[in-house]
């Protein structure tokens, strides 16, 4: 919710920052922010002029591969260079599927793109953040129901480098929330699955049927209601777009 400024008697925007906007559910997290009259800083890989310019008063578009150190480095100075920015809500959304990727077949090269990009990139962009002590609420990682251990999910041939990768973001954002809690900070960090989504990188042909399938209208509307309704209470914990908890 937006604050109070005693200063200025006026409230302060609720301000969002979108990691991965420039397509699929990241995109649409911003399109829905921005209908709420809320504030966004949106990143995209290249090309920040063609996202968003008619609404640039109140969406800042920044770049940042999280594949790349030198990208979240950058992108994590220009934010922490933005005058008394805090943020309420920071979704890592930053996510990629090459399929199939079975454990039997899949190539070093093609495990480690799954881990650079959906494991290691979204807890480095998050540590880098928290280290530039840019004030945030709340870090939602965009996670999957392929990535639980408790629920695995053998019917999903070829997704044995996605799954794995989720599988360790999510390992890891329990390891980030447990040890702010350890040193009195009170971001937020929450796994979030977003259900199965008809986006670009969803559109692939497996072998099982696909069920529950939903548009990113839906979904987003769902995680957003999900996200705001989060306390340190519920820091380290895995949820579902409709809000329900979900098993490691």
């Known amino acids: 919710m937006a604050t109070s400024n005693a200063a200025s008697g006026r409230e302060r925007e609720t301000t969002w920052l979108i990691v991965g906007a420039s397509r699929g559910i990241g995109y649409e997290f911003v399109e829905q922010i921005l209908a709420r009259g809320d504030r966004v800083v949106a ?26 150190e030198k990208s979240i480095d950058d992108f994590a100075g220009s934010l922490a ?15 990629v599927l090459k399929y199939p990727n079975r454990a039997t077949e899949l190539s070093f090269a093609d495990f480690a793109y799954h881990l650079n990009t959906n494991t290691i990139g979204p807890i480095i962009c998050a540590q880098r953040l928290l280290k530039f002590g840019i004030p945030i609420g709340s870090i939602t990682f965009m996670s999957s129901d392929s ?53 670009d990188m969803a559109s692939i042909e497996v072998g099982w ?33 409709e809000n329900k908890p979900y098993p490691w």
């Open 43 to 68: 990143t995209v890989r290249r090309n920040t002029a063609s996202f968003w310019s008619g609404q640039r008063d109140r969406c800042q578009v920044l770049i940042c591969d999280v594949a790349n």
């Open 81 to 95: 260079a933005i005058p008394n920015l805090e943020i309420d809500h920071a979704i890592i959304n930053a996510g």
């Open 147 to 199: 990535g639980s251990a408790q629920c695995f999910r053998e019917m999903e041939d070829g997704f044995a480098a996605y799954a794995a990768s989720k599988a360790a973001l999510n390992q890891a954002l329990r390891h980030m929330a447990a040890e702010l809690k350890r040193k009195g900070d009170k971001t937020v960090i929450l796994a979030l699955h977003p259900g199965e989504v008809t986006t």
């Open 209 to 241: 049927e696909v069920e529950g399938q939903m548009s990113p209208q839906e979904s987003i509307a769902g995680c957003i209601k999900v996200i705001e309704s989060k306390d340190l209470e519920d820091s380290g914990t895995f949820w579902t777009w």
